[in-house]
């Protein structure tokens, strides 16, 4: 029994401490993120499908807020099972691409101010922050969906005006509301001060930044 006491946790107890963090992270999220500092095989290996499940969902919500998704059906030929089809394929990919590329930009941040943690920590540490936007996608967009129907996909229609802006806005908040998550996470994961924590994250930010300013243009 003292030797398999010794022996740590099992890797389902570690899994299912991670599903258990991931609502956590909501409001304690300094000691979840305190947690990623393990970057064990084992540990990352425990998060990764919470993590993955994070990622699907914020790159569905992220789906749902951009411009492509408010014109599917202006033809009228098309047909709305294009909706949850797009959304799936949309989504899984820009979650993927966004973990991915913006996880590479907050490593390279965060080695630009000293960091030695690995390339997975970062993504990790961007995945937990994103899980306000992820859970925008339950919180926010059914009910969204529920009183504009399918002008929500298309140009004009009772979804445009005020409750359009009064979304959007929510959109916006929970966006920043993982912003903050992710300062919080870098500071925590590094011990960092707030000022250095800030200096790495806006130096990851710049150039997505940039591109999105370039899109709008």
């Known amino acids: 029994m ?16 991670w599903w258990l963090r991931v609502p956590a992270v909501l409001l304690a999220p300094t000691a979840v993120f305190a947690a990623l500092r393990d970057d064990s095989t084992e540990a990352a290996r425990a998060r990764q499908e919470p993590i993955s499940l994070i990622v699907g969902c914020a790159g569905i919500a992220y789906a749902l807020a951009t411009p492509v998704s408010r014109h599917l059906l202006n033809d009228p030929a098309t047909s709305t099972i ?7 394929v949309a989504g899984a990919l820009s979650g993927l691409v966004l973990y991915w590329l913006l996880g590479a930009f907050l490593y390279g941040g965060v080695r630009a101010f000293g960091s030695l943690g690995s390339y997975r920590r970062s993504r990790h540490v961007l995945a937990l922050a994103a899980t306000p936007f992820a859970l925008s996608l339950v919180a926010l967009w059914p009910l969204r969906i529920a009183l504009y129907g399918t002008d929500l996909f298309r140009t004009g229609g009772d979804d445009y005006g005020r409750g359009d802006a009064v979304f959007g806005g929510f959109v916006v908040a929970f966006g920043a509301w993982s912003v903050l998550l992710l300062v919080i996470g870098v ?14 994250v806006a130096l990851a930010a710049v150039v997505p930044a940039l591109v999105a300013a370039a899109s709008t243009l």
């Open 187 to 200: 500071r925590a994961v590094h011990g960092w001060t707030w000022r250095r924590t800030a200096a790495a």
């Open 82 to 88: 294009v909706i949850p089809v797009w959304l799936f």
């Open 2 to 17: 003292a030797a398999r006491a010794e022996s740590g946790p099992t890797q389902e107890q570690l899994e299912r401490a």
